[in-house]
């Protein structure tokens, strides 16, 4: 650390890349600099678009982003790239981590891109993936594309971050249908069949038509557009990219990107709040000793889960529980 | 509610239906008086073996569970079953919850039945299965399944609330390999490969037997049994009964129950604490008005969410800080 906080935040709001690797890698490591240097930045975020791109494993979400990082590039956008990996909750290995990822954009310096582990976190999305956003978003990134881990549901966590969701589908995957009910079609501002080169993808096309047809309108009045794509190719991209767009104005006309962020920060506001009140009273009342002390006496039923909290809880606020 | 807490608890411990019934449907609804009734259940809980089964949809998780109830029934023990549904997180419908389940159990007096939908809880798992468990352990089953749905990660939930996790798999499911990198694999305590009658089950049983085979071995030096069952006919469910046994059997000579619920309690605690703190400070400080004003604030960005959450947890631990 040479740099003083401030510089340092200085540093990311310019766009230097050191400086942003830097700072994620603080905020990752849950380095109580990394929030120093967030509260620094966050009055210079919220200006980048939010994209986030979620679908089964082998939907092809990375070429995706891939290809669309481009598209943007190639319009003067500055890009941000934030893959979130899957990672066992046990074992805590990342098995993507270490790949390398999209090749074709690695020596483009205009273009930011960071993988990250789940570690575990419920939800898919590392937990630290709203942060990372906010410091590509102040350090001048126009787009920022989340591919998540399409596994189950996480994707309703990208939906609440991201200011548009594109749903990535296939042919021929027959479990889809089922993950759809889970509440993954209800998030999606924009579906992409992807691989319409292979068998069903006309098929496929009918049966999200159909869905949307029978699904009760959204709030907001937007009909999610059907986009096929061949991402490997490149074909389709412009469209994906045409209806992004026209669901940015879309938002912009209609208020729905201030609704959507208004329920984004409410979430997040009540997520801080549980997570650090919980941290600091652990920290306080549950030192190592503590803690063994209480989970033997749950083992040993020698009290009851809701008595014990209760106790610690009202200890923890003080008298004017 | 003519009967008092105590004289409820007493029906409940009873192996009353209906004191069971309502006691459920108190702490589903989130009801003080569930939770008064849990800490006078507490002590008498902790007998029952608690089995977990999940998979993929269509794996036949219903299926098993079933037939499973019915073999241990016929060996004399109480079953309870516990299954949870999926929800979407958005309209909050649950998808299965009025169909009718298991008919087969229905009219067995010794067998209880619940459904629970999961509230778009992010493990899948719905929050209060942990006390519907320990409700129907309190009640005298000697056997609680809980049936939960397969997607994503909630299966590491139910391996920590369950003293034994059967995952099950089918032959033909391409997507499977990809769902247990992601660390379903390393839950299950047996494999019942289902529906064997279909094609590609030797396939499916050398992949698995390849899988454990250079997977690291368990700090409890188990090794996952593999069975072959056709649930819909009943063929194997003996071995299943047997393999589970075994397992238990292992698992009280070699201590791991011990160790296993003492992982669960850790974790319990814990997210019991989280959560109780936060709902506390929530009611609290975050009357509807002042929650209105933060969000405003956030989303004009007049106060970084960090600043923002450590004062009101500052606030809220007082001086003690």
Known sequence: ?????????????????????????????????????????????????????????????????????GAYR????????????????????ALLGDRIRMQSLASDKEIYIRSMATRGHLGGLAP???????ILDAAGCDVVLIETVGVGQDEVEVARLADATVLLLVPGMGDDVQTFKAGVMEIADLYVLNKTDLPGADLLAQE??????TASSRGDGWRPPIVKAIATT????????????????????????????????????????????FEKVARERLGDDSLEKYVEDLLQHRVDPYSLVGRIVADSLGAGD
């Not at 200006?47 to 791109?53: D, E, F, L, R």
């Not at 979130?84 to 909750?89: A, H, K, L, N, Y």
């Not at 630290?128 to 906010?134: F, I, K, N, S």
Request: hydrophobic share 40%; with cysteine.
């Open 1 to 69: 650390m040479t740099d003083s906080i401030q510089t340092w935040a200085e540093k990311v709001l310019a766009g230097d890349r050191r400086a942003i690797a830097r700072a994620i890698s603080a905020v990752e490591c849950g380095d109580s600099l990394g929030t120093e240097l967030l509260k620094r930045l966050f009055s210079a975020s919220g200006k980048a678009q939010v994209i986030g791109v979620t679908g089964s494993p082998g939907t092809g979400k990375s070429t995706l982003v891939e290809k669309l990082a």
């Open 74 to 93: 190639a319009a003067g956008a500055r890009v941000g790239i934030v893959a979130v990996d899957p990672t066992s909750p046990f074992s805590g290995g």
């Open 128 to 134: 630290t993936t709203h942060d990372v956003v906010a």
């Open 208 to 213: 999200v038509e159909a869905m949307l047809s």
């Open 234 to 277: 490149g074909w389709g991209l412009g469209e994906v990219k045409q209806a992004l767009e026209q669901f940015r104005c879309f938002q912009e006309q209609s208020s729905g990107k201030e609704k959507r962020r208004r329920v984004y920060w409410r979430s997040r506001l009540l997520e801080l709040l549980r997570q650090n009140l």
